[in-house]
């Protein structure tokens, strides 16, 4: 009996301790992730009806990025918003997460460079983790479809006509600072980066709460999720 018992304890802390990133999609529509990855493995092009969720099927030691794409055809090659144009031709919410740097945890953030097109909030098992939340209603600028926003580094729709960031890398100032729409992006989602260096890299400011580790990761990603944290800079 003790013998097993040992085998179910550590049968629970593995569970608990096991990476994982689950996509809830709570939109009234489908989307369509199209993933990127600098280091490790996740599933890639998943389309996740209205209502139901995904696993992503990452491996432990994934490094990358999870863009969101509205309006998909059937065959997801062409999207209104994001997925396989995610190199700039339309908006799109961004979640980026790292479970390399540091083996059982996972930094997590939500991006807002490459511009909106739906809701996010990334939460952990541990809710004593930040989650993170975004949502947005009347952009500066808006993009197709409904309450979708260019990217905060244009400083007009037509300047992001050929991308969602200016020709010449990320468009905010020397790839770094805000853009022209940044302050109204880290007003409206304080939590989320409105420019490259929103964490206060090279002194910029301001330095919000933009990215957290978590020591379980565990990870939710739930898209529309209708709120919006505002959870202060840590001291």
Same mark, same amino acid.
């Given at each position: 009996?003790?013998?097993?018992?040992?085998?179910?304890?550590?049968?629970?802390?593995?569970?608990?301790? !096991?990476?994982?990133?689950?996509?809830?999609?709570?939109?009234?529509?489908?989307?369509?992730?199209?993933?990127?990855?600098?280091?490790?493995?996740?599933?890639? $092009?998943?389309?996740?009806?209205?209502?139901?969720?995904?696993?992503?099927?990452?491996?432990? =030691?994934?490094?990358?990025?999870? $863009?969101?794409?509205?309006?998909?055809?059937?065959?997801?090659?062409?999207?209104?918003?994001?997925?396989?144009?995610?190199?700039?031709?339309?908006?799109?919410?961004?979640?980026?997460?790292?479970?390399?740097?540091?083996?059982?945890?996972?930094?997590?953030?939500?991006?807002?460079?490459?511009?909106?097109?739906?809701?996010?909030?990334?939460?952990?098992?541990?809710?004593?983790?930040?989650?993170?939340?975004?949502?947005?209603? @009347?952009?500066?600028?808006?993009?197709?479809?409904?309450?979708?926003?260019?990217?905060?580094?244009?400083?007009? !729709?037509?300047?992001?006509?050929?991308? !969602?960031?200016?020709?010449?890398?990320? +468009?905010?100032?020397?790839?770094?600072?805000?853009?022209?729409?940044?302050?109204?992006?880290?007003?409206?989602?304080?939590?989320?980066?409105?420019?490259?260096? @929103?964490? +206060?890299?090279?002194?910029?400011?301001?330095?919000? =709460?933009?990215?957290?580790?978590?020591? $379980?990761?565990?990870?939710?990603?739930?898209?529309?999720?209708?709120?919006?944290?505002?959870?202060?800079?840590?001291?």
């Amino acid at each position: 009996m003790a013998f097993r018992s040992i085998l179910a304890l550590a049968t629970v802390a593995t569970a608990v301790s !096991a990476q994982s990133l689950n996509v809830v999609n709570s939109c009234s529509e489908s989307v369509l992730l199209f993933t990127q990855t600098s280091f490790g493995t996740i599933d890639n $092009n998943v389309v996740v009806a209205a209502g139901a969720s995904a696993n992503m099927g990452i491996s432990s =030691n994934w490094d990358g990025a999870v $863009n969101v794409g509205t309006g998909c055809t059937s065959d997801g090659s062409s999207c209104t918003t994001g997925a396989p144009t995610w190199d700039g031709s339309t908006p799109f919410s961004r979640a980026e997460f790292n479970f390399y740097a540091i083996p059982g945890s996972v930094t997590y953030d939500i991006s807002l460079i490459y511009g909106y097109n739906v809701g996010m909030e990334i939460s952990s098992a541990d809710a004593s983790c930040d989650a993170y939340a975004c949502t947005i209603n @009347n952009c500066p600028l808006p993009g197709p479809g409904s309450d979708t926003c260019y990217s905060p580094c244009c400083s007009s !729709a037509s300047a992001c006509s050929g991308g !969602a960031l200016p020709a010449g890398g990320g +468009g905010c100032v020397s790839n770094a600072g805000p853009g022209p729409n940044s302050a109204f992006y880290y007003t409206t989602c304080p939590n989320a980066y409105a420019f490259p260096d @929103n964490d +206060g890299a090279a002194g910029y400011t301001p330095a919000d =709460n933009v990215d957290y580790t978590c020591s $379980n990761a565990a990870i939710t990603l739930t898209l529309c999720p209708g709120t919006t944290s505002n959870i202060p800079k840590r001291k």
